[in-house]
């Protein structure tokens, strides 16, 4: 096989540590097959899921014998298969889910996805930007609208900070909410600001309770929570959240989780739900979609961007995902020589 028929990809073969089980190898191009898309792949992102997956975290199991890993990336459709219109080639695009129930994901120089996963990328983005979107942009949309509109509401969004939380932020002043979010450090503060947050509270240095009642003027002025860890926040949760409140979790330390004040819950008819972007209905990640499309045309959505590395540093930057060190997205540029 000769090299034009190659490509660089980052994959493993067995769970463990990044720098034990990823490798770097040159293999066979993939071809797509009906309804999907070949993608040059530009930049892919790295997400929470991918290590945890790696790793084995929690028992999850290796669903393939070699994995190439993450979901999200970004790059230019070069071929289609069948089902697929011709016209697509050449379309900038932006994935997401490019690795679920498949066996390799975007961690190479092209990435194989159905039709509909591959999103046409506005000319305002950039190929970085667009591999930002998938998990968290979406996570962050069903978190703040899944339980109806937030306009004139109040918005609570803890780690503003973070991959989904920043997105989160900007989703909900989108919604036309009043957003307070939560961080631990003066550069965490800087960027919930950059992303619209009206409010920000210092965790570690603060009583957020307290400042939330500050802020709101009632003992529960909170209507929605958009929580990054519900096992450490839901005391607070419970004393700020107004009657027929909600709270839309997207993680939670399942070894350290508190037990559930039912009672108090139950007589203000709070919401309790839970979020995964892979399991979200259909619907609502085809609104995701429609809104980020709107947001990106319109310069509206910013994407926080912690660290860019090469192909050849994917184990480095599962490291830093893995670290809690990283402050949004990690992203592995493909535009960087191997």
């Known amino acids: ?73 970004a790059g230019v459709i070069e071929s289609v298969g069948e089902g697929v219109s011709k016209d697509r080639i050449g379309e900038r695009v932006w994935l997401y889910e490019a690795q679920q129930k498949r066996a390799f994901g975007t961690a ?11 999103v046409t990328l506005p000319d305002n983005t950039s190929f970085v930007e667009g591999a930002c979107l998938g998990v968290p942009a ?11 509109s937030i306009a004139k509401k109040t918005v609570l969004v803890t780690g503003g900070a973070g991959a989904v939380g920043n997105y989160a932020v900007q989703w909900a002043k989108w919604g036309g909410a009043t957003v ?5 450090r003066e550069e965490q503060a800087k960027i919930a600001e950059a992303a619209g947050a009206d409010y920000i509270i210092n965790y570690k240095s603060e009583n957020v309770v307290e400042r939330i009642r500050e802020i709101t003027g009632r003992e529960r002025g909170i209507n929605r929570i958009v929580d990054v860890n519900f096992s450490q926040n839901l005391a607070v949760a419970d004393a700020v959240l107004r009657t027929n409140g909600a709270i839309a979790m997207y993680a939670a330390n399942p070894d350290d989780a508190p037990a559930l004040p039912i009672l108090s819950l139950m007589m203000r ?3 309790l739900r839970t979020i995964l972007v892979y399991t979200m209905p259909q619907e609502a990640k085809l609104a ?17 961007i912690a660290r860019r590395f090469p192909l050849s540093e994917v184990a480095t930057a ?17 535009a960087e020589k191997f």
């Open 108 to 118: 190479a120089e092209y990435a194989i996805v159905p039709s509909q996963q591959a």
């Open 180 to 184: 307070i979010t939560t961080v631990s």
């Open 1 to 73: 096989m000769n090299e034009e028929q190659l490509m660089q990809a980052a994959w493993y073969d067995r769970q463990g540590a990044a720098k034990e089980v990823i490798q770097y190898e040159k293999i066979p191009i993939p071809q797509p097959g009906e309804g999907e898309v070949k993608v040059k792949v530009f930049a892919s992102g790295v997400n929470p899921s991918d290590t945890k997956v790696r790793s084995g975290w929690g028992g999850i199991p290796q669903s393939f014998p070699r994995i190439i890993p993450h979901q999200d990336g």
């Open 318 to 334: 599962h490291d830093l995902q893995d670290s809690g060190q990283a402050i949004g997205k990690v992203i592995i540029d493909l």
């Open 269 to 271: 008819n709070i919401n």
């Open 288 to 304: 995701a979609i429609r809104d980020i499309t709107t947001a990106l045309e319109a310069g509206a959505l910013h994407h926080n």
């Open 138 to 148: 979406m996570t962050a949309h069903r978190a703040v609208f899944a339980d109806g």
